[in-house]
């Protein structure tokens, strides 16, 4: 595993590049050049094997594979410099599990962690990933995660986390090549689809009032991230829950062609352990505080503009 590891001095120049979305506002938080922190970022280029920034004139933008790879390191090095933190002043770090499904992770929780850590640095979150039912005779954990309240083992009360509706997002280069009037129009595309999520589209196209053919064409994938992967590099058009969209509207990765036709989605409901220690309450008030910022921060329309 150590033999894997990437270059960190580049690593961390990478870090600092894509969450500034600037090569010289990294080059002043590391108090190197700007040519110091583009050969880094490059020999990490390099070593992966994708390309990690677009280049512009006067900004840097994260790729959808940079994206994906920032939003795992600054979990990591998140974890590092409070482990750090926590032998230099002698405390002692205490843990939350928390089980929730790959998408979830991928989409919501891993992109907002290093704000909770950086807020409870005594707190480490431990996220681990599962598609099965809350079972705590299957899997240890301290708060569980899922959409509805089907199929939760008995000695665990859901709790409403949060509501959720679905939306009809493509990348931008798809809609300017083939113009969205009508969600009739939607039939001129490839559909992108999840496994975990096969009646999305009938669902949706029945609440648009449209009929999706017999021979349209449809990718399907494991998970919702990778559905949205697809859509960001302008492979079809997807179905997403706004709980997951993450910063693809705000950044223009995706655009919404409809954003006024939503379909409601099941709640979020969460569960805690039994034996869960009140750094559990902590994590959850947290999550509280975070969906509302979130209402704040977003645009409320999913606008085009």
Not at 54 to 76: D, K
Not at 134 to 163: H, K, M, S
Not at 227 to 255: E, F, M, N, Y
């Amino acid at each position: 595993m150590i033999a894997n590891l990437p270059p960190l001095n580049a690593v961390r120049a990478f870090a600092a590049a894509a969450r500034h979305q600037s090569f010289s506002r990294a080059a002043e938080e590391l108090h190197v050049s700007h040519s110091a922190v583009s050969r880094h970022v490059k020999l990490l280029e390099e070593h992966l094997g994708v390309l990690l920034f677009e280049r512009r004139t006067r900004q840097s933008s994260l790729t959808p594979a940079g994206q994906a790879f920032y939003e795992h390191v600054s979990l990591a090095l998140a974890q590092i410099a409070n482990a750090a933190a926590s032998l230099k002043s002698g405390r002692r770090v205490r843990k939350v599990k928390i089980n929730v499904r790959p998408s979830f992770a991928v989409r919501w929780l891993i992109p907002r962690l290093p704000a909770f850590m950086a807020l409870h640095p005594d707190i480490q979150p431990e996220v681990v990933t599962s598609t099965l039912p809350p079972d705590q005779t299957r899997e240890r954990f301290d708060v569980v995660i899922r959409r509805g309240e089907a199929d939760w083992a008995t000695n665990l009360q859901p709790q409403v986390l949060l509501d959720d509706e679905i939306i009809l997002v493509a990348a931008p280069s798809l809609i300017q090549n083939t113009a969205f009037n009508s969600p009739g129009d939607l039939l001129k595309h490839t559909l992108l689809t999840g496994r975990t999520r096969r009646r999305d589209w009938q669902d949706w196209a029945r609440h648009a009032d449209i009929a999706i053919r017999r021979d349209q064409p449809v990718l399907k994938f494991d998970h919702l991230h990778l559905v949205l992967q697809a859509a960001v590099d302008g492979l079809g058009v997807a179905l997403c829950p706004t709980s997951l969209l993450g910063k693809d509207l705000a950044s223009g990765r995706l655009i919404s062609p409809f954003p006024e036709l939503r379909l409601p989605l099941t709640r979020y409901y969460y569960g805690v352990s039994q034996d869960a220690g009140r750094d559990a309450q902590v994590f959850i008030d947290w999550m509280f505080s975070r969906i509302q910022q979130d209402v704040v921060d977003n645009d409320p329309e999913l606008s085009l503009q």
